[in-house]
């Protein structure tokens, strides 16, 4: 192994220890990168000697034009990246949704639709849950806000704590996949992919989760009714909690339609859609009565402060992937996964295998940033397209093969918010449970959840079509 693979390792392996510091993950990324660009600077030429001694200002000088082709990716990457400036706007109009209304509106007509049927009020949380997903895209305001709604109903009628809160828990996460989703916004710029045809590619295996999660509920109702109580004295259901219902659906599917429908149709970039969304939940916050200077205010401060957390790690996570390349890392990563000699199918296994061990240790975005880009690299470049192994799996082009891989990462990624000890939805739960709801609880809860995303991966990654048809459907798809 040469010393450039050494520091490789180095560089990668001292960042995963770092992390259980406790350090900010934005200053580990960038901080640990430029030590360990300046180790490899330092070695490099001193094993030249002869130069050090003909330029002694060499040094001086080769670290300042490497240290600054490190600055110069930072702002082509981070800070002049088109697509990244949806990301504000999309946790904008996620966080004035939750502040609107709408969830309590259809949470009160959707329980009067469904609440009669056993498992119900779970089925009513879920469908909540998938609008919120499709509106804001913001997991942890999705999580918490179905846990303050859905969990005092169920527990007040008698639903099992395990069932209640693993439902909600789960159904809340539901935002990291199905559009428009901050997270699809980076994995697509990481992967230079489209985040249309991401948006297009993750609205249908979303759905079939969702769906998921529904015929668990109604198998729960069969085979352990106990766990899934029918109400004692149902509200009778008319015409008129129907038309209630769909008079609460339509605010919310309209901002839908209008952010993904301009993507789909051609109308606007995801940029331009983000900007869309935004505008539409501010007027149904305004329509609502819920906007108002205090509102806009606390909203904006809550947007800054998630936006910056993130393009803080974005940074971090450039440096550190220049200085990874610059060592041939992902060139040692890829050999290394290669040798194992397991052919296409096989490496993307374990590749997907890896993604789900480290959601036990690692946040969702540090996977994004740091281990995306080199997986990624393994399947294809759409600006290179005769490089990875895209042809070997059976596509057609490049960027193909990376959207149907960056939603088995990203289903895959799913599971994190739900696995201990960093699943976040976990935490989020337990802060605005009820007394009675115990982690234990939450924990059992959650397990069936789990193996329904295993299950969504395995229909995925063999029926390819589920990603693929709406973005071949999509203008110059």
């Given at each position: 192994m040469e010393f450039n693979d050494v520091l490789a390792v180095v560089l990668f392996g001292g960042f995963i220890l770092l992390l259980f510091t406790g350090f900010p993950i934005a200053w580990l990324l960038g901080g640990f990168s430029l030590i360990v660009a300046g180790m490899a600077i330092y070695v490099d030429l001193n094993m030249q000697d002869w130069l050090v001694e003909a330029f002694p200002n060499t040094w001086l000088d080769i670290s300042w034009r490497y240290m600054s082709a490190i600055v110069?990716?930072?702002?082509?990457?981070?800070?002049?990246?088109?697509?990244?400036?949806?990301?504000?706007?999309?946790?904008?109009?996620?966080?004035?949704?939750?502040?609107?209304?709408?969830?309590?509106?259809?949470?009160?007509?959707?329980?009067?639709?469904?609440?009669?049927?056993?498992?119900?009020?779970?089925?009513?949380?879920?469908?909540?849950?998938?609008?919120?997903?499709?509106?804001?895209?913001?997991?942890?305001?999705?999580?918490?806000?179905?846990?303050?709604?859905?969990?005092?109903?169920?527990?007040?009628n008698r639903y099992?704590?395990?069932?209640?809160?693993?439902?909600?828990?789960?159904?809340?996460?539901?935002?990291?996949?199905?559009?428009?989703?901050?997270?699809?916004?980076?994995?697509?710029?990481?992967?230079?992919?489209?985040?249309?045809?991401?948006?297009?590619?993750?609205?249908?295996?979303?759905?079939?989760?969702?769906?998921?999660?529904?015929?668990?509920?109604?198998?729960?109702?069969?085979?352990?009714?106990?766990?899934v109580p029918a109400p004692v004295d149902p509200e009778p259901i008319t015409p008129r909690v129907i038309v209630q219902l769909l008079l609460a659906v339509l605010p919310p599917f309209g901002l839908i339609f209008a952010v993904l429908g301009t993507i789909f149709f051609g109308i606007a970039t995801p940029t331009e859609a983000a900007g869309v969304g935004a505008l539409g939940a501010g007027l149904l916050a305004l329509a609502n009565g819920k906007l108002s200077f205090r509102v806009l205010k606390e909203v904006s401060e809550a947007t800054t402060r998630s936006t910056a957390f993130i393009l803080a790690i974005v940074v971090g996570a450039v440096a550190f992937a220049h200085v990874l390349?610059?060592?041939?890392?992902?060139?040692?990563?890829?050999?290394?996964?290669?040798?194992?000699?397991?052919?296409?199918?096989?490496?993307?296994?374990?590749?997907?295998?890896?993604?789900?061990?480290?959601?036990?240790?690692?946040?969702?975005?540090?996977?994004?940033?740091?281990?995306l880009p080199l997986a990624g690299a393994l399947i294809g470049n759409p600006s290179q397209p005769m490089s990875g192994m895209w042809m070997e799996l059976g596509f057609e082009g490049p960027e193909q093969a990376l959207i149907w891989f960056t939603l088995l990462f990203a289903i895959v990624l799913q599971t994190s918010f739900l696995?201990?000890?960093?699943?976040?939805?976990?935490?989020?739960?337990?802060?605005?449970?009820?007394?009675?709801?115990?982690?234990?609880?939450?924990?059992?809860?959650?397990?069936?959840?789990?193996?329904?995303?295993?299950?969504?991966?395995?229909?995925?990654?063999?029926?390819?079509?589920?990603?693929?048809w709406l973005p071949g459907l999509a203008p110059g798809g």
């Open positions: 110069r990716n930072i702002w082509s990457q981070a800070m002049a990246n088109e697509v990244l400036v949806a990301l504000p706007m999309f946790i904008f109009m996620g966080y004035l949704l939750d502040r609107s209304g709408i969830a309590e509106a259809l949470m009160k007509s959707f329980a009067r639709v469904f609440g009669p049927l056993r498992g119900g009020y779970a089925i009513t949380v879920i469908m909540i849950g998938i609008l919120l997903a499709a509106s804001t895209g913001v997991v942890g305001a999705s999580v918490v806000l179905l846990a303050l709604l859905g969990l005092p109903v169920m527990l007040n099992h704590p395990t069932v209640a809160v693993g439902t909600v828990t789960a159904v809340g996460t539901l935002g990291i996949l199905i559009p428009p989703s901050i997270m699809l916004v980076l994995m697509a710029d990481r992967l230079a992919i489209s985040p249309g045809g991401l948006f297009m590619g993750a609205l249908l295996p979303g759905l079939m989760l969702a769906s998921l999660y529904v015929l668990y509920i109604v198998a729960l109702g069969f085979f352990r009714p106990s766990a390349r610059g060592l041939e890392g992902d060139l040692l990563i890829r050999n290394s996964l290669l040798a194992l000699d397991l052919g296409p199918t096989g490496t993307l296994i374990v590749i997907l295998l890896i993604v789900f061990l480290l959601g036990f240790v690692l946040d969702w975005i540090q996977i994004v940033l740091v281990i696995t201990p000890p960093v699943g976040f939805a976990l935490f989020y739960v337990k802060g605005v449970a009820p007394p009675g709801v115990t982690l234990m609880h939450i924990y059992k809860g959650v397990i069936p959840f789990i193996l329904l995303q295993g299950l969504a991966v395995v229909i995925v990654f063999f029926w390819r079509d589920l990603v693929l």
